[in-house]
T-cell receptor
C-alpha cells in the first residue's frame, strides 16, 4: 500500500530563517501533491498544489518542489515568523482516487 | 461567511452509547468527507459522499455510520461497535477541477470516552 513519510520530529528554527519540510512517498504515482497547514484544535487549510509535470511552485513566502524521480516534495517557508508555527500536512492526489494524507510535521519558529 | 461548521467542539461518549457529530456546509459543494485524526498518523478516511442520498465507505468505516439527506449536511454517528473512538474528527467538503480535488475542512470535533 502507499506510504507517505513526513518528518516525525518537530522542526525548530529561528525567526527569519528558511524552514524546509519534507514529504516522501512510496508505492504511489500521484498526479498532484498538496500542502495544508493545521493549527492546534483546528482543521487543515489548503496552501498550495503542485502537479507532477511542475518542478516548483511559489506563493508569497512559500515554495514547493516536486521530484517524481526521488518521490519527494520539499516545502519551504522563507523569512519564517512565529506565526508560521503550525503542523504542515502533505497530501497526494490522483484523478479518480481520494487524497492520501501524511501525518504532518510540526514547525516551531522561535523569536 | 461560507464554510464548514462542525459541532460540538468537544464530545464525550459513555460505553455502549452512540453519538452523532454534526457537519454543515454552505459552500454548495457536492462532495463531503469524514476523516479521523490520531496523533502521529495521517488523516484516515471514514466515509465520503459525492452526492445527496449516496455515500461510500472509506478506509476505516467499521463502527461508524453516515447519512446524506441534504446537500448541506453530512452527520457522522459513532456507534458502540467502534471500540476505540477517541480521536479528532474532521469533516470536509471539496471542489474538483479537472480531476484535482481541493478540500475545505471544518474546525473538528474532539471525541473522548468517559
Amino acid at each position: 500500500s502507499q506510504k507517505i513519510e513526513q518528518n516525525s520530529e518537530a522542526l525548530n528554527i529561528q525567526e527569519g530563517k528558511t524552514a524546509t519540510l519534507t514529504c516522501n512517498y512510496t508505492n504511489y504515482s500521484p498526479a498532484y501533491l498538496q500542502w495544508y497547514r493545521q493549527d492546534p484544535g483546528r482543521g487543515p487549510v489548503f496552501l498550495l498544489l503542485i502537479r507532477e509535470n511542475e518542478k516548483e511552485k511559489r506563493k508569497e513566502r512559500l515554495k514547493v518542489t516536486f521530484d517524481t524521480t526521488l518521490k519527494q516534495s520539499l516545502f519551504h517557508i522563507t523569512a519564517s515568523q512565529p506565526a508560521d508555527s503550525a503542523t504542515y500536512l502533505c497530501a497526494l492526489g490522483r484523478r479518480g482516487n481520494k487524497l492520501v494524507f501524511g501525518a504532518g510535521t510540526i514547525l516551531r519558529v522561535k523569536s | 461567511d461560507g464554510g464548514i461548521t462542525q459541532s460540538p467542539k468537544y464530545l464525550f461518549r459513555k460505553e455502549g452509547q452512540n453519538v452523532t457529530l454534526s457537519c454543515e456546509q454552505n459552500l454548495n459543494h457536492d462532495a463531503m468527507y469524514w476523516y479521523r485524526q490520531d496523533p502521529g498518523q495521517g488523516l484516515r478516511l471514514i466515509y465520503y459522499s459525492q452526492i445527496v442520498n449516496d455515500f461510500q465507505k472509506g478506509d476505516i468505516a467499521e463502527g461508524y455510520s453516515v447519512s446524506r439527506e441534504k446537500k448541506e449536511s453530512f452527520p457522522l454517528t459513532v456507534t458502540s461497535a467502534q471500540k476505540n473512538p477517541t480521536a479528532f474528527y474532521l469533516c470536509a467538503s471539496s471542489i474538483n477541477r479537472d480531476g484535482e480535488e481541493k478540500l475545505f475542512f471544518g474546525s473538528g470535533t474532539q471525541l473522548s470516552v468517559l
